[in-house]
C-alpha cells in the first residue's frame, strides 16, 4: 500500500518570503502521479500542482513549484513571494496509474502567512 | 463553485442515528470518490463508484454505505452513528484525464456532521 507522510505538522513565513513544504511517499510502483492540494479556511480542497512521475521536468504553476526526486521519492513544494492568501492546510496526494485511481493524502501541513 | 454539489453543508445529529449525504458531480463526471476528513487530519479514502458501480474500497466502516445512481449522484449512508463519525466528509468526482491517463479529481465543499 502506498504511504504519504509530511514531516512538517506547522510553518509560518512572513509575507513575501519562500516557503517549501516537504513531503515523502512509499510506493513500489513505477509509475505514478502526484498532486499537492490546498484547503484554505473555507475547507475547499483545492488542486495546486500535479506531477506525473515519468516526466523528469518539474511542474511549476505561476509561484508555487514543486522539486521532485523520485529516486528519494521526495516531492517539495516552493511557495515563492508568499501572499496572505497563501494561508492553508497543504496535502500532498499520491495516485496510482494502474487500477484504482485513488488518491492517498499525507496528513497535511498547516502554513501561515503572517503581515 | 466546482461544479460538485453536496448537500447538506451541515448536519447535527445524535448518536444511534442514521444520515444520508448527497453528492451531484461536475456534469459528464462518472467517477464519484468519498473521503472522510476527521478533525485536522488528512482526507482518508471511503469508497468509489464509476458509472453506478463501486470501483474501490478504502476502510469504509459497515455501518456506512454508498451508492450511485442513473443519474450519477451518489449517496453516502451513514448508521448507527457514533462521536468518532463527527467528520468533515468530501465527495470527488473526476472524468478528466490527464495525457498519461491519470484522473483529475475535482471536490465539493463537503458535509459537516456533527454528532452529539
Known amino acids: 500500500a502506498q504511504t504519504v507522510t509530511q514531516s512538517q505538522p506547522e510553518m509560518s513565513v512572513q509575507e513575501a518570503e519562500t516557503v517549501t513544504l516537504s513531503c515523502t511517499y512509499d510506493t513500489s510502483e513505477s509509475n505514478y502521479y502526484l498532486f499537492w492540494y490546498k484547503q484554505p479556511p473555507s475547507r475547499q480542497m483545492i488542486l495546486v500542482i500535479r506531477q506525473e512521475a515519468y516526466k523528469q521536468q518539474n511542474a511549476t504553476e505561476n509561484r508555487f513549484s514543486v522539486n521532485f526526486q523520485k529516486a528519494a521519492k521526495s516531492f517539495s513544494l516552493k511557495i515563492s513571494d508568499s501572499q496572505l492568501g497563501d494561508t492553508a492546510m497543504y496535502f500532498c496526494a499520491f495516485m496510482r496509474v494502474q487500477g484504482a485511481q485513488k488518491l492517498v493524502f499525507g496528513q497535511g501541513t498547516r502554513l501561515t502567512i503572517n503581515p | 463553485d466546482s461544479g460538485v454539489t453536496q448537500t447538506p453543508k451541515h448536519l447535527i445529529t445524535a448518536t444511534g442515528q442514521r444520515v444520508t449525504l448527497r453528492c451531484s458531480p461536475r456534469?459528464?463526471?462518472?467517477?464519484v470518490y468519498w473521503y472522510q476528513q476527521s478533525l485536522d487530519q488528512g482526507l482518508q479514502f471511503l469508497i468509489q463508484?464509476?458509472?453506478?458501480?463501486?470501483?474501490a474500497k478504502g476502510n469504509i466502516l459497515e455501518r456506512f454505505s454508498a451508492q450511485q445512481f442513473p443519474d450519477l449522484h451518489s449517496e453516502l449512508n451513514l448508521s448507527s452513528l457514533e462521536l468518532g463519525d463527527s467528520a468533515l466528509y468530501f465527495c470527488?468526482?473526476?472524468?478528466?484525464?490527464?495525457?498519461?491517463?491519470?484522473?483529475?479529481?475535482?471536490f465539493g465543499a463537503g458535509s459537516r456532521l456533527t454528532v452529539l
Open positions: 463508484y464509476y458509472n453506478g458501480e463501486e470501483r
Open positions: 470527488a468526482s473526476s472524468g478528466r484525464q490527464l495525457p498519461s491517463g491519470a484522473n483529475v479529481l475535482t
Open positions: 456534469s459528464g463526471d462518472l467517477s
